[in-house]
T-cell receptor
Framework: DAGVIQSPRHEVTEMGQEVTLRCKPI?????LFWYRQTMMRGLELLIY????????DSGMPEDRFSAKMPNASFSTLKIQPSEPRDSAVYFC????????????FGDGTRLSIL | GESVGLHLPTLSVQEGDNSIINCAYS??????FIWYKQESGKGPQFIID?????DKRQGQRVTVLLNKTVKHLSLQIAATQPGDSAVYFC???????????????FGTGTQLKVEL
């Protein structure tokens, strides 16, 4: 079975540019999570969706970050404008709707803002 | 100013020995716990989970122990192999499902190094 698929795997861009990260969750999962991982702060939850609806976006750093889930099989995380401090690995994870089920992670997007 | 990264505790073991990785969780209302393994350049990979109505659960070469009294979780790896070298994270969840979705809170991780 296909796992969580993220694209691109690597992104290098100049500050001020718009960055869009993409995620395809595991088919049948209806919860989707976006995380950011850095050496400074570890793994941080940014936002999560349940049935395509954002449930908790309290982890989103600031208004430059936005996330959408237009359908059950696709989500985007957008940064506009990007800044060097946004450099990190961004992970997407999904889980089924049943209580107490593990999240399954993609392999992440390594983002470098110059 | 000087930037300071997270200091991951490191556990070094000899190949073939057993490894024990410990985790203290924070929320006494949590009722679901997971161990993840993260190799370099990859996302966290699910290893094993346990619900709060259990004290112990075994998988292939791995055992998770839960002590709710002191809010402690451990992962035991039998006959540790070089391929077990990775960062291991514990995560807690449950307790509040009102928003829907299986939200997890992750620990900072432990680096396991297997020496030949």
């Amino acid at each position: 079975d296909a796992g969580v698929i993220q694209s691109p795997r690597h992104e290098v861009t100049e500050m001020g540019q718009e960055v869009t990260l993409r995620c395809k969750p595991i088919s049948g999962h209806n919860s989707l999570f976006w995380y950011r991982q850095t050496m400074m702060r570890g793994l941080e939850l940014l936002i999560y969706f349940n049935n395509n609806v954002p449930i908790d976006d309290s982890g989103m750093p600031e208004d430059r970050f936005s996330a959408k889930m237009p359908n059950a099989s696709f989500s985007t995380l957008k940064i506009q404008p990007s800044e060097p401090r946004d450099s990190a690995v961004y992970f997407c994870a999904s889980s089924s709707k049943s209580l107490n089920q593990p999240q399954h992670f993609g392999d992440g997007t390594r983002l470098s803002i110059l | 100013g000087e930037s300071v990264g997270l200091h991951l505790p490191t556990l070094s073991v000899q190949e073939g020995d057993n490894s024990i990785i410990n985790c203290a969780y924070s929320n006494s209302a949590s009722d679901y716990f997971i161990w993840y393994k993260q190799e370099s350049g990859k996302g966290p990979q699910f290893i094993i989970d346990i619900r709060s109505n259990m004290d112990k659960r075994q998988g292939q070469r791995v055992t998770v122990l839960l002590n709710k009294t002191v809010k402690h979780l451990s992962l035991q790896i039998a006959a540790t192999q070089p391929g077990d070298s990775a960062v291991y994270f514990c995560a807690e969840g449950g307790g509040d499902f009102t928003g829907g979705g299986n939200k997890l809170t992750f620990g900072t991780g432990t680096q396991l190094k297997v020496e030949l």
